[in-house]
């Protein structure tokens, strides 16, 4: 199976005030196939905020997850969140929160866009990286 990329567009009222209510949607989508997730967090505050976030968004389902680094139990969780400067082997599937493409290794790789000009032009960038590996990838909006 090739890998493949998807952007995502902070696009519905309920992602714009929050954006991080759409990465834990995503991560909901992602905790249902049954595969391993990363969530690659641009800081270790972000990965905190979701962390909570993942624990409260919604009331009647529970996505298993934890921070990066925590605990040598991570290995089976199925939603990891990493900060930076924490490495850990990529997974099937990669919510990328950070400013630089993911290295190769996975099967779907899923970005947020958030909606704001200004920070669309490096995911312009990523889109066209990703590209040149290969990937065709696919625009939602969300």
């Known amino acids: 199976m090739s890998a493949r990329a998807d952007f ?13 209510l759409l990465v834990c ?27 909570d976030l993942l624990w409260s968004f919604e009331e009647d389902s529970f996505i298993e997850h934890q921070i990066a680094g925590l605990d040598e139990d991570e290995a089976e969780v199925p939603v990891l969140l990493v900060p930076p400067g924490i490495d850990v082997p990529l997974r099937p599937l990669v919510i990328n929160l950070r400013a630089e493409a993911v290295p190769a290794g996975f099967e779907r790789v899923l970005e947020v866009v958030p909606d704001d000009p200004q920070a669309r032009a490096p995911l312009r960038e990523r889109w066209r990286q990703y590209q040149a590996r290969g990937l065709a990838p696919v625009k939602h909006d969300l």
């Open 8 to 20: 995502y567009l902070v696009a519905k009222p309920r992602f714009r005030g929050q954006p991080l």
């Open 25 to 51: 949607e995503l991560a909901k989508r992602c905790h249902g196939t049954g595969k391993p997730t990363l969530v690659l967090c641009a800081s270790a505050a972000q990965a905190e905020e979701l962390d």
